[in-house]
């Protein structure tokens, strides 16, 4: 079992930066990825960004690509996600997943933060 919490969201104007966290406990596998997704009120839950236990193996979506920054530190058992150049349309509860591997599926989850920009 896996557990995850996430932190760090709230409300900042359009152009502002957040840094979002995401704490796993329990029993983690060197081999796991960590990933971030969202889902803004009636659209799907989509994927953001996604890092490995390592650190090298590290991927965005395209909405992600160059204005978010995932990274970890494993001594704390943590993943960030800073979020720069935000934007209105990035108002969405932002969720922490984790994988056993890369060919799994993401089965554990946090319970969500909410980020809202405002224009």
């Known amino acids: 079992q896996v557990q995850l919490v996430e932190s760090g969201g709230g409300l900042v104007q359009a152009g502002g930066s957040l840094r979002l966290s995401c704490v796993a406990s329990g029993r983690t596998l060197s081999s796991h990825f960590m990933a971030w997704f969202r889902q803004a009120p009636g659209k799907e839950r989509e994927f953001v960004a996604h890092?490995?236990?390592?650190?090298?193996?590290?991927y965005y979506s395209n909405s992600a690509k160059g204005r978010f920054t995932i990274s970890r530190d494993n001594a704390k058992n943590t993943v960030y996600l800073q979020m720069n150049s935000l934007k209105p349309e990035d108002t969405a509860v932002y969720y922490c997943a984790y994988r056993v591997d890369y060919k799994s599926t993401y089965e554990y989850w946090g319970q969500g933060t909410q980020v809202t920009v405002s224009s």
């Open positions: 890092i490995n236990w390592s650190g090298l193996n590290i």
